[in-house]
């Protein structure tokens, strides 16, 4: 009887795991989205997302494309003409849900990566100190 119930803990354990971070995009980056908070850290950890004004937005779009009304090399709020970069899936990163890179880049390897978080979007940029762009959806 007891070997019974180990074996149905057992079963009832993996049939109920599930995996609590969703990393497919799906449908929840396809959509556009608003920048409200931006994060510089100086270098030692102490750096949190604070509010900006700027009307800068990024798309996302079904085919794995990506637009902003400004530049999409590194980080900045400045708003200006369009860029345009491709995304998709990184299912092996165990931090975050995927990558864009961007076009016409001075490095050819550049590459931003994002996250949900709640139901903001973040983008990480790759630099020394922490940098990153918190965005809000809008449509």
């Known amino acids: ?3 019974y119930f180990i074996i149905l803990l057992v079963m009832l354990t993996f049939s109920s795991c599930t995996i609590s971070d969703d990393k497919s995009l ?6 556009k989205w608003t920048l409200i908070e931006q994060l510089a ?8 997302f ?3 004004e700027s009307n800068r937005t990024i ?35 165990e931090y975050f849900n995927g990558e864009i890179i961007p076009d016409g880049c001075e490095y050819e390897e550049t590459k931003i990566y994002f996250q949900f978080d709640d139901s903001n979007l973040i983008l990480w940029y790759l630099c020394i100190e922490g940098c990153g762009q918190k965005y809000s959806k809008i449509e």
């Open 26 to 31: 799906g449908k929840n980056v396809v959509s």
């Open 59 to 93: 798309e996302f779009y079904d085919d794995g494309t990506v637009k902003t009304n400004g530049e999409l090399c590194y980080m900045s709020s400045e708003v200006g003409s369009v860029h345009f970069g491709a995304y998709s899936d990184t299912e092996d990163n």
């Open 1 to 3: 009887m007891y070997r």
């Open 41 to 48: 850290d100086p270098g030692d950890g102490s750096g949190v």
């Open 50 to 52: 604070m509010p900006v």
